[in-house]
């Protein structure tokens, strides 16, 4: 079967990460994991620096994989964001960017995500290291805080900062992971480790970013997938460009799950061509 030529996206789309075992055979050949991936997707998660910060030579080798109009939403390493919450971290954060400084010029926003520790007592820190770091950075912030999904006033407070400062608030849809019965290990797991909290959208000037964890049955996916698709299409039609990642409990059908969204999109924007991968419908019971 002949793997479709790609249609530059008008938006963004990617993944959690750039490789998974059952992606050899689902991208196109030729090169290195990124630069396949990189084939089909514009954008990708950078959690591989949650854990771990690269070399600047591993930093230098990403870039040369990628073209011009992908973007790294790189996350802030956890010593920072979970360890120290964002006090006293300024020479962590700087010897960070030098690392990551040969992507400078196709970073998308950073990914500032806090854990659920990081309450409305912390916001203060958040605001002074958001006001400290360097003007041409973008964010995009994540929070897990109960109070901050509660619509009261620690939650206007956080929405307010970040309009003020016109960053995005990253939007974590879990709805569709926590609507699958915990009948196998895998989607044990992800529910064990993903958080489970409301989907609140805030408007901004910031580019929206959306994390959506998929339902081990793709086909369980539509419904929950309905609504971003309209939402999606309505920004691209006014000039809005979007963030969007899929993620599955296992993310080897990652891939799947944005075809199936792709799919989804085309109806409201025909324009949009299939992803150029081979794939097969991931079955119930895999898992």
């Known amino acids: 079967m002949e793997t479709p030529k790609a249609t530059p996206l008008p938006y963004y789309l990617g993944g959690p990460q750039w490789q ?18 990189a084939k089909v997707f514009n954008t990708v998660e950078g959690n591989t620096t949650f854990y771990a910060s ?20 790189l996350k802030l390493p956890k010593a920072l964001t979970h360890e120290h919450f964002l006090h006293g971290v300024e020479q962590q ?29 912390h916001l203060d820190q958040l605001w002074r290291f958001l006001d400290t770091a360097p003007v041409d950075l973008d964010w995009t912030v994540e929070v897990r805080h109960p109070a901050f999904f509660a619509k009261g006033e620690a939650e206007r407070a956080l929405n307010r900062g970040l ?3 016109k960053l995005a608030r990253v939007v974590l849809d879990s709805r569709a992971l926590f609507s699958a019965f915990p009948d196998n290990p895998v989607t044990i797991d992800a529910q064990r480790k993903k958080p489970r ?10 580019a929206p970013v959306i ?9 369980a996916n539509r419904p929950f997938l309905a609504p971003w698709v309209e939402r999606v299409a309505r920004w691209i039609e006014t000039g809005i ?17 944005a075809c199936l969204w ?23 019971g895999l898992f």
């Open 20 to 37: 998974a075992p059952a992606w050899h055979s689902q991208l196109p050949a030729g090169g290195p994991p990124l630069a396949r991936y």
């Open 54 to 73: 690269p070399s600047r030579a591993q930093s230098e080798q990403w870039r040369q994989q990628v073209p011009d109009d992908f973007r790294f939403l």
């Open 211 to 219: 994390r959506f964890i998929g339902h081990p049955d793709l086909d």
């Open 163 to 165: 309009m003020e400062r």
């Open 93 to 121: 954060f700087q010897a960070f960017l030098r690392l990551v400084e040969p992507l400078r010029d196709v970073l998308g926003p950073m990914l500032l995500q806090l854990p659920a520790g990081f309450g409305p007592g």
């Open 197 to 206: 909290v409301p989907v609140h959208l805030l408007p901004s000037e910031g």
């Open 262 to 284: 792709t799919e989804l999109l085309q109806e409201h924007l025909p324009e949009l061509g299939p992803l150029p991968v081979t794939t097969s419908t991931p079955q119930i």
């Open 241 to 257: 460009r979007p963030y969007v990642f899929m993620h599955m409990p296992d993310n080897n059908h990652a891939i799947e799950l």
